[in-house]
């Protein structure tokens, strides 16, 4: 007899018992690990690239070593399509050759290392990576999303130096010879670079109806029990 292939074990959800945020007013949802603070009061905020004030943004971090510090995973920002916007990837060309000309007089170098399309729910979006040269090598990444006629950023930052010691387990080596400060910050620039990406697979838009008005209608009484009628219909 043929023997049957073992049934592949399937993978566990790693944010299964995540909490979930919702914004009915900007029409997004995301899952975020339970030990994270929202900070939902982030001030407006210019993007120093693109010179666009944003609608809205909210911080999702970790309060690390004591209450006033804090470990950003990610950021989401809100902000309308400009006047001349034509479509997302126009748009984030414009934004990959800001960011290498305002890299281009850093000490270390800084520019864009990476774009990629990728999906984010069913829609075709941008991920953005610049790193600089120097000993850090700190990475940014932002990830560019729209609808109706909103953009989305969701960004975050870790550094590729401190990730490689932590992956390498030299990073608790180095911590010793340093203090306790440095080995949470090793280890919150490692959680920071793991859970971001899985915070943004869980990126969600709201239901279109959610986000527009319902259409109103004029129910008109007669012999024959009424009819509704659909303005605009009619």
């Given at each position: 007899p043929i023997a049957k292939s073992p049934s592949p074990t399937p993978t566990p959800d790693a944010t299964a018992n995540w909490k979930t945020y919702r914004n009915e007013e900007y029409g997004f949802e995301v899952k975020y690990p339970s030990a994270l603070n929202l900070d939902k009061n982030a001030t407006f905020w210019i993007d120093p690239v693109t010179n666009e004030g944003?609608?809205?943004?909210?911080?999702?971090?970790?309060?690390?070593?004591?209450?006033?510090?804090?470990?950003?995973?990610?950021?989401?920002?809100?902000?309308n399509k400009p006047a001349d916007f034509v479509d997302l990837e126009t748009y984030v060309e414009e934004i990959v050759k800001k960011i290498n000309k305002a890299g281009e007089g850093a000490a270390a170098g800084y520019g864009v290392a990476h774009v990629d399309k990728i999906n984010i729910d069913n829609k075709e979006s941008f991920r953005i990576q610049a790193q600089s040269g120097s000993?850090?090598?700190?990475?940014?990444?932002?990830?560019?999303?729209?609808?109706?006629?909103?953009?989305?950023?969701?960004?975050?930052?870790?550094?590729?130096?401190?990730?490689?010691?932590?992956?390498?387990?030299?990073?608790?080596?180095?911590?010793?010879?340093?203090?306790?400060?440095?080995?949470?910050?090793?280890?919150?620039?490692?959680?920071?670079?793991?859970?971001?990406?899985?915070?943004?697979?869980?990126?969600?838009?709201?239901?279109?109806?959610?986000?527009?008005?319902?259409?109103?209608?004029?129910?008109?009484?007669?012999?024959?029990?009424?009819?509704?009628?659909?303005?605009?219909?009619?």
């Open positions: 944003n609608l809205f943004r909210i911080i999702f971090q970790k309060s690390y070593q004591n209450p006033d510090r804090h470990y950003n995973y990610l950021t989401i920002n809100v902000k000993v850090s090598r700190h990475t940014d990444v932002w990830v560019y999303t729209e609808q109706l006629n909103y953009i989305y950023t969701l960004e975050y930052n870790y550094s590729a130096y401190e990730l490689e010691l932590v992956e390498s387990g030299e990073a608790a080596k180095f911590a010793e010879s340093t203090d306790e400060q440095t080995r949470q910050r090793f280890e919150e620039n490692k959680l920071s670079h793991d859970f971001a990406p899985k915070m943004i697979s869980t990126f969600q838009f709201l239901h279109p109806k959610i986000l527009q008005p319902e259409i109103p209608y004029i129910k008109v009484i007669s012999p024959n029990g009424g009819e509704k009628w659909i303005a605009g219909n009619t």
